[in-house]
């Protein structure tokens, strides 16, 4: 095929597609752009350091939970979770309690995603929520947690002072329905699939974009406003960015109201218990 009709073909391709698509693909892009500048700097990176940077809420030198995304000085997160650090440092567990509410609580190891598949598998017809309290991890394993989420039509939610960063928000976004509680945190940053093996520079680019591209391809499917991510690409891994309840609402992460203590009080009030 010539050049001429390659272009004629895209003309037509162009033509035919409707504006919406187009801004979807033209954002798409940029995600994926965007993934190739993160990639410059764990190129950089990678070059400097012996391993891949970033934050392993699974060492025990690295941070639970970063500090805010500043321009100068660190700042606490919005609201200190209750869980102690040596609590989300362990793989993550999944435990059923009432209500059909499951709890998935710790850092998302290599293999989540099979002991998860396993307990739904087990239990599934129990589960109604999937409750999150996890400092993130694997890129692979909270993508494929979220598809299973999705496909089996549970809900999912962070319970006040509860955690959910780094990769878990990709859990969250799987949910029929999606919750956070007053004084829940939820952030975001650079997230980046690698092992214990140190990358080369262009393997460090091609996995960067690839993940990036994956994930922007998966938020895209569960409903979730693309803009989300952009804000973790433009947060370090040594920090997060966290999102206010009217940023989760307009990137469409949570679906209806948040809840809070007061308003569970009420309704039990009301209903007589």
Known sequence: MNSASLATRLKDALVSTDDGALMRYA?????????????VDL??????????????????????LPPALTDRVPQA???????????????????????GELLAEGSIDVGAATRFAQE????????????????????????AISKLIRENKLSTKVAGKALCASSCPLVLAGGVSRQAEEDAVIGVHQVFNGGQIRPSPEEAMSGAQNTTARIARHLDKM???AGLWINALETPPDRLYYL???????????????????????ADHRSGG
């Not at 190129?43 to 639970?64: F, K, Q, Y």
């Not at 009217?246 to 949570?254: D, G, N």
């Open 120 to 143: 739904i598998e087990a239990r599934g017809e129990y589960v109604k929520t999937v409750s999150l309290n996890s400092p993130g991890g694997s890129v692979d394993d909270a993508l």
């Open 223 to 225: 409903g979730i406003e």
């Open 244 to 266: 206010t309840a009217e940023e989760m609402a307009r990137f469409k992460l949570t679906t209806g109201a948040v809840a809070t203590a007061e308003a569970g009080d009420e």
């Open 27 to 39: 954002f798409f892009g940029l995600l994926v752009a965007a993934g190739a500048f993160v990639a």
């Open 43 to 64: 190129r950089e990176m990678s070059m400097a350091n012996a391993s891949i940077p970033g934050h392993d809420p699974l060492r025990t030198d690295a941070p639970v």
């Open 77 to 99: 997160p919005p609201v200190q979770p209750r869980s102690p650090p040596e609590v989300l440092r362990q793989p993550i567990r999944f435990e059923l309690g009432s209500g």
